[in-house]
T-cell receptor, first 114, second 110 residues
């Protein structure tokens, strides 16, 4: 296992379209996180899964956003009816359940809404 | 609200110089991480500190966790152009959520 993998790396979409991103975490990690990062800012927490259970969802995540982790392995993040303000880097990270909770990140999906 | 404030926001130095960047909060953290991020890539973990007063070294990088576990510093000795990037600190207060500072953008000139 080479780390957290995200797909696609880049996505350009028209306003109003739906997009879905995929994240494959490090295989032995139970925790999976989604973050959003805009230019000049640090990553902002969006949501967290422990195995298949979504345990927290940020207020940043409007009802147009939904995330799933159906089998406790890979996760998807869907954005419906995209808006220009959704343009950002979407980062996925995973961490083991025990230990110091340090998170390992994927390379991110850069979303541009035109 | 937990906030991690990083300073300076931007730093441009000459190759060979030393520098220190800071990460401060009013919250106590059970652990704190430093990451480096290059444009278009995800953050890469550099170090985790968990004990107040802890000092860790990674080649020319020295990380310190404050005694009260509310702050941290990263010192780079003899900076190289390859050190250029965004340095992020991130803290965990004992739960599952890690919060990030806005980062220090370092540019090392040849």
């Amino acid at each position: 296992d080479t780390g957290v993998s995200q797909d696609p790396r880049h996505k350009i979409t028209k306003r109003g379209q739906n997009v879905t991103f995929r994240c494959d975490p490090i295989s032995e990690h139970n925790r999976l996180y989604w973050y959003r990062q805009t230019l000049g800012q640090g990553p902002e927490f969006l949501t967290y899964f422990q195995n298949e259970a979504q345990l927290e969802k940020s207020r940043l995540l409007s009802d147009r956003f939904s995330a799933e982790r159906p089998k406790g392995s890979f996760s998807t993040l869907e954005i419906q009816r995209t808006e220009q303000g959704d343009s950002a880097m979407y980062l996925c990270a995973s961490s083991p359940t025990t230990g110091s909770a340090e998170a390992f990140f994927g390379q991110g999906t850069r979303l541009t809404v035109v | 609200t937990q906030l991690l404030e990083q300073s300076p926001q931007f730093l441009s130095i000459q190759e060979g110089e030393n520098l220190t960047v800071y990460c401060n909060s009013s919250s106590v953290f059970s652990s704190l991480q430093w990451y480096r991020q290059e444009p278009g890539e995800g953050p890469v973990l550099l170090v985790t500190v968990v004990t107040g007063g802890e000092v860790k070294k990674l080649k020319r990088l020295t990380f310190q966790f404050g005694d009260a576990r509310k702050d941290s510093s990263l010192h780079i000795t003899a900076a190289q152009t390859g050190d250029t990037g965004l340095y992020l600190c991130a803290g965990n207060t004992g739960g599952f959520k890690t919060i990030f500072g806005a980062g220090t953008r370092l540019f090392v000139k040849a």
